[in-house]
């Protein structure tokens, strides 16, 4: 556990931050979550927020995948998918995060029946909302999950470039199971999704090796990589990350959580940043994972011997990879020049 007495505690509230790599579907903390359900009259096996709590203690994937779902059939309507939105919002703001790219999976709710319209009228009030309420600007990465969807359907897709699409879409991305549903299998989807403006964002070398980056990178020519850990393990693969100047959505918590690491202390993600990737700091399904942008922040410094001259250049190194408008991006980089200006360089 971090301690979160640490000096660099206040320096690190104060700073503005970029998350990338974010999903709706895993932001239910069980406040949220027991509202949903109780409005929805879903059975969680709790009878209230803090016997709820207890659920979030898994103790393996397979758990983890139990209380994903059970959150996902809380999530009906689209007054239930605003709720969700404002909720990860208002949560974002306490941090100071000013920009979020939030990963949705419409096809999860597609095939649940979710009248797709009422999705997106959600996450549009949602986004609105969350500007409007909490000054936080929202964007949309809509991803296929590999294990469900036949990738000759190209059902995403064709869900992003139809009329009940929601507003502020900036990239089609790829989650799910890496083993055995390599990235050439989606070539397609993603080639008409990068001819409609839209970046190429997937998942890789999170639970398989470097195969998955270097299919994800050639055949969907990927803008970022979701986690890549597991890129160090080709030597020519950091190379190339480094040259080409790819980032890494790295999660640390994530990655201990499901045993993809053995620990948060035992991470690469040192490793990565001192080969030169640029990498940046997310939280992937913060509430099941119990963790924030700013925890994740405070482990890269605590664990990982982040300074905070690295921590404010890995804000710089999102901000630079993200796909808001030119006008939020200069806001944003103006805060976090004035931001560095004003506090002292000789943090911890």
């Not at 990338?20 to 927020?49: C, I, K, W």
Request: aromatic letters at 6%.
């Amino acid at each position: 556990m971090v301690d979160q007495t640490d000096d660099i505690t206040p320096w690190l509230a104060r700073l503005p931050k970029v998350e990338l790599h974010l999903h709706l579907e895993g932001s239910l903390r069980p406040a949220t979550l027991f509202q949903l359900a109780q409005r929805n009259g879903v059975e969680l096996g709790a009878d209230s927020p803090a016997a709820l709590t207890a659920l979030y203690q898994f103790n393996d994937f397979n758990d983890f995948v139990r209380l994903f779902l059970a959150g996902l059939a809380t999530l009906r309507t689209a007054e239930d998918f605003t709720d969700a939105t404002v909720a990860l919002a208002a949560e974002l703001a306490e941090q100071n995060v000013r920009y979020a790219e939030v990963t949705t999976t419409p096809g999860n709710h597609h095939r649940r029946g979710i009248d797709m319209a009422e999705y997106r009228d959600g996450l549009n009030e949602g986004r609105r909302r969350a500007r409007a309420e909490h000054g936080v600007d929202l964007a949309w990465v809509c991803d296929i999950s590999r294990e469900s969807e036949d990738p000759g359907s190209e059902w995403t897709v064709d869900y992003l470039l139809g009329p009940t699409a929601p507003d502020g879409v900036v990239g089609l991305g790829l989650g799910g199971v890496e083993d055995g549903y390599p990235p050439e299998l989606f070539t397609s989807s993603f080639a008409r999704a990068r001819a409609a403006g839209l970046a190429s964002l997937p998942h890789a070398g999170e639970t398989v090796g470097a195969a998955s980056v270097w299919g994800a990178l050639r055949a969907l020519r990927a803008n970022r990589i979701g986690h890549g850990i597991r890129s160090l393990d080709d030597p020519a693969l950091l190379d190339h990350l480094v040259a080409h100047d790819i980032p890494l959505e790295v999660a640390p918590t994530s990655n201990a959580c499901l045993k993809l690491v053995p620990s948060v202390a035992e991470h690469p993600l040192a490793h990565l940043a001192d080969a030169g990737v640029p990498v940046t700091l997310n939280t992937d399904d913060p509430a099941y994972f119990q963790t924030t942008l700013t925890t994740e922040l405070l482990v890269a410094h605590r664990l990982h011997g982040f300074t905070t001259e690295r921590l404010l250049a890995a804000q710089h190194t999102a901000l630079a990879a993200c796909y808001a408008d030119p006008a939020t991006k200069a806001r944003i980089r103006e805060e976090l020049t004035d931001f560095a200006a004003s506090t002292s360089a000789d943090q911890p």
